[in-house]
T-cell receptor, first 113, second 112 residues
Framework: DAGITQSPRHKVTETGTPVTLRCHQTENHRYMYWYRQDPGHGLRLIHYSYGVKDTDKGEVSDGYSVSRSKTEDFLLTLESATSSQTSVYFC????????????FGNGTRLTVT | DQQVKQNSPSLSVQEGRISILNCDYTNSMFDYFLWYKKYPAEGPTFLISISSIKDKNEDGRFTVFLNKSAKHLSLHIVPSQPGDSAVYFCAASSESGNQFYFGTGTSLTVIP
């Protein structure tokens, strides 16, 4: 395992509720990513971070925000959850791009009712 | 627009035969390509990669081929085993960028 812990592993929440997912790494990697996986869409990037307090949007960032106040932690927040945000969310880390692989956590299954 | 494409959603292969999974990309700036394997209820796991300076990389039963002129890569699994049944994702990145781009995945079933 690449030393990535996602919490919670499962969550059910109601529409309109704020939700925060946590990713914790023990590898001291610079890059951290949040992806969502949906049938027919594969893995789509939500947000990523290239350092403490340095974040940027991915292709499906609407409705999500992130924060990285420490190297080891990357938080994903759904400000007001909607049913379209029901998905499996994966955190991933990398030492860099170009010749480095991305390593994933085991995911958080989020259901918005 | 999808920069990395896997046009076959599924593939079935007999045990012991070769599995060939294909992937196409559109961005000529990509210089590093990766394959991931995913089992249900688990995160994707890194399988094998190839740099754009090579056209082949081999690791045991897994070989990745890169055709830069065609912007195409393929993963060969020989011989296929039932434990290889999973969803396979290809991904691409560039040293000048910060992102990894993924295809939509191919579900491989190896029939005993």
């Amino acid at each position: 395992d690449a030393g990535i812990t996602q919490s919670p592993r499962h969550k059910v929440t109601e529409t309109g509720t704020p939700v925060t997912l946590r990713c914790h790494q023990t590898e001291n990697h610079r890059y951290m990513y949040w992806y969502r996986q949906d049938p027919g869409h594969g893995l789509r990037l939500i947000h990523y971070s290239y350092g403490v307090k340095d974040t940027d949007k991915g292709e499906v960032s609407d409705g999500y925000s992130v924060s990285r106040s420490k190297t080891e932690d990357f938080l994903l927040t759904l400000e007001s959850a909607t049913s379209s945000q029901t998905s499996v969310y994966f955190c991933a880390i990398s030492a860099g791009t170009g010749v480095y692989a991305l390593h994933f956590g085991n995911g958080t299954r989020l259901t918005v009712t | 627009d999808q920069q990395v494409k896997q046009n076959s959603p599924s593939l079935s292969v007999q045990e012991g035969r070769i599995s060939i999974l294909n992937c196409d990309y559109t961005n000529s700036m990509f210089d590093y390509f990766l394959w991931y394997k995913k089992y249900p209820a688990e995160g994707p796991t890194f399988l094998i990669s190839i740099s754009s300076i090579k056209d082949k990389n081999e690791d045991g039963r897994f070989t990745v081929f890169l055709n830069k002129s065609a912007k195409h890569l393929s993963l060969h699994i020989v011989p296929s085993q039932p434990g290889d049944s999973a969803v396979y994702f290809c991904a691409a990145s560039s040293e000048s960028g910060n992102q990894f781009y993924f295809g939509t995945g191919t579900s491989l079933t190896v029939i005993p």
